[in-house]
């Protein structure tokens, strides 16, 4: 069955130190890969995705994550979290022509002054 | 470039009531999903639309929730009638072409509160 799992339901660190949030999905191809983030009150907004080609992309406020496919794993890095950081993040994918994303449960990131 | 508009923002409501969401999709987006939102349940896709049409209708939960879109620029989700249990809040999103690459843009969210 296709699947986004993100183990960690909530995260707390420090500002100024470096965050990693786990991802990991089930699909029998490779899937477009996307991570989203949820302020309170606020829909999703899109901080990144991957299709294809290099492994690690780039995203806005400083993100990036790493596709990994052996692990089937897209993990979310950002070396220097800032307290506006502080939030909900979403790991999804979608398969094919359909349109359709899957979507993990999300962690909730607190950010320590 | 707008967004995605929901209204309303927030709606209250007694048990047996209708209730009608009301999404305005990104102009030039050709697909639209309703997404529902809760503690226990995560993101939920309840059904999505391409060029105005209904495509995937598998996540409605039941009978009493009907989506139409009756043209490019406005989709609305009905609940009738509505019950406790339909407390959550109910996310619209479009994409520009409705395949797996394309993102999603979200609306802010109707938090329906049903008593």
């Known amino acids: 069955a296709q699947s986004v799992t993100q183990p960690d339901i909530h995260i707390t660190v420090s500002e100024g130190a470096s965050l990693e949030l786990r991802c990991n999905y089930s699909?029998?191809?490779?899937?477009?890969l996307f991570w989203y983030v949820q302020s309170p009150g606020q829909g999703l907004q899109l901080l990144l995705k991957y299709f294809s080609g290099d492994t690690l992309v780039q995203g806005i406020k400083g993100f990036e994550a790493e596709f990994k496919r052996s692990q089937s794993s897209f993990n979310l890095r950002k070396p220097s979290v800032h307290w506006s950081d502080a939030a909900e993040y979403f790991c999804?994918?979608?398969?094919?022509?359909?349109?359709?994303?899957?979507f993990g449960q999300g962690t909730t990131l607190q950010v320590k002054p | 470039d707008a967004g995605v508009i929901q209204s309303p923002r927030h709606e209250v409501t007694e048990m047996g009531q209708e209730v009608t969401l009301r999404c305005k999709p990104i102009?030039?987006?050709?697909?639209l999903f309703w997404y529902r939102q809760t503690m226990m349940r995560g993101l939920e896709l309840l059904i999505y639309?391409?060029?105005?049409?209904?495509?995937?209708d598998s996540g409605m939960p039941e009978d009493r929730f009907s989506a139409k879109m009756p043209n490019a620029s406005f989709s609305t989700l009905k609940i009738q009638p509505s019950e406790p249990r339909d407390s959550a809040v109910y996310f619209c999103a479009s994409s520009l072409s409705g395949s797996g690459d394309s993102p999603l843009h979200f609306g802010n969210g109707t938090r329906l509160t049903v008593t």
């Open positions: 999804s994918f979608g398969s094919g022509n359909t349109g359709k994303l899957i």
């Open positions: 699909y029998g191809a490779t899937p477009y």
């Open positions: 639309f391409n060029n105005n049409v209904p495509i995937d």
């Open positions: 102009s030039g987006h050709n697909s």
